[in-house]
């Protein structure tokens, strides 16, 4: 959980550089990607929670 809270941070941080600095919208670009890939993790993480051990 912590990793995940750590990229959205990073990402939200990139996000506003992007915005506000002007040249870098690639920054922008790339936090939306990386908060996509943070919740694709974050799913793929609570879908196997459920499930109990494989014998």
Do not use: H, Q
């Not at 941080?13 to 919740?39: E, H, N, P, T, W």
């Amino acid at each position: 959980m912590v990793l995940f809270l750590l990229l959205v941070i990073i990402a939200i941080v990139l996000g506003i550089v992007g915005v506000v600095a002007k040249g870098l919208f690639y920054l922008l670009v790339l936090a939306v990607v990386l908060f996509v890939a943070d919740v694709v993790y974050l799913g793929m993480r609570w879908s196997r929670r459920g499930r109990g051990p494989i014998r």
